[in-house]
């Protein structure tokens, strides 16, 4: 069973009860800033309220990501979804042609534009999953000095692969390899991880290489480390609906370790060549385990363990911040992202 079967509407979920018999419900407009976990704990008392529903309730339509102006009805022990009214086409009424008065009226259409909702982007790099992106690079061949650990002033001596395309005055991001990474699932080689270190500034040009100081670090930087142009890192993330639906695995994590939560740094084997796009939500589970006791052996819906928004892409692969995990999450786990 896929996980589009497997998930309710993240934006909280129909909780079919027919024994349920409340009040009027109370209506919520979502704002600037909610977060269903915050809105679960608020109203249901329970900020894990929504993915235990998302995971056992298999036949709800496609999630979504909540936004501001969208309207939730708050029962006492359930949150549900107010669908919009359809808007009805105005009637077209002829008029006399206006005298052009020099004055320009803009029709309103769709009413207000909803507001972004941003995510901060955590410092001291992010990293990403590197192939291609390595071929061109060039690298830290030398100090001006004896020191073995480079840093924020350092002059250093660099190589690159094409000297006639150098200027004083260029930016270059510093970055190190780590280990290979192979495909948790298939064993496929997907490149190398790759760790930020800093940025350099070019200041002089020579015959054979070229003259930088280090003008920032957020790890210590040896020789042999690498250097590409330099883009400035975004510091806030709007979210962003996919355009289609897209689904991989988590394939590594920054720190390397077995265990995962929020505000871990993740790698998906899923990138700008499948349509993923910086700011969209990745959909993060896994398959369900049956019970002991259990009477079919069909597959059973999966169970949906957290949320993560991508901070970048390359061609293949992604890198993503966990934003709430309702368990461990682990490397091999399912990634999916839903288009409208």
Not at 37 to 54: A, H, T
Not at 323 to 328: E, G, Y
């Amino acid at each position: 069973m896929t996980i589009r079967k497997t998930v309710l509407i993240i934006c909280l979920v129909l909780f079919a009860s027919a024994a349920f018999a409340g009040g009027n419900p109370q209506i919520y407009t979502i704002k600037k800033g909610d977060t269903l976990w915050g809105i679960s704990e608020r109203f249901i008392k329970d900020p894990y309220y929504w993915p235990n529903l998302w995971s056992h309730n298999p036949d709800v339509p496609n999630p979504h990501f909540i936004y501001p102006g969208q309207k939730l009805a708050i029962y006492d022990d359930r949150i549900e979804v107010v669908k919009a009214e359809p808007i009805e086409e105005p009637a077209v009424v002829e008029t006399a042609p206006v005298e052009n008065t020099g004055v320009v009226v803009e029709e309103l259409v769709g009413g207000e534009p909803e507001e972004e909702i941003k995510i901060k982007v955590p410092g001291g790099g992010i990293g990403f999953i590197g192939a291609d992106e390595l071929k061109s690079a060039g690298r830290i061949v030398d100090g001006t000095d004896n020191r073995i650990i480079l840093g924020e002033d350092s002059l250093v001596f660099v190589e690159m692969p094409d000297l006639d395309t150098v200027y004083p005055g260029m930016n270059y991001s510093i970055f190190d390899l780590g280990d290979k990474i192979e495909h948790p699932k298939t064993g496929r080689n997907l490149g190398y991880q790759v760790f930020e270190l800093g940025v350099l500034e070019i200041v002089d040009v020579n015959e054979n290489v070229a003259t930088a100081r280090i003008t920032s670090n957020v790890r210590e930087i040896l020789r042999g480390a690498r250097i590409t142009p330099y883009i400035t890192p975004e510091k806030e993330i709007a979210l962003k609906r996919a355009r289609g639906d897209i689904s991989g695995y988590l394939i590594a994590s920054k720190r390397g370790q077995t265990s995962l939560g929020q505000f871990d740094v993740v790698y998906a084997d899923v990138g700008a060549e499948d349509g993923l796009e910086t700011g969209n939500i990745l959909y993060i589970s896994r398959p369900r385990k049956a019970s002991e006791q259990s009477l079919t052996n069909k597959p059973l819906p999966d169970v949906l363990v957290g949320q993560a928004v991508v901070l970048n892409t390359t061609r293949n692969t992604s890198a993503a911040l966990i934003l709430k995990s309702a368990n461990s999450i682990f490397k091999g786990d399912r990634v999916a992202t839903f288009a409208e």
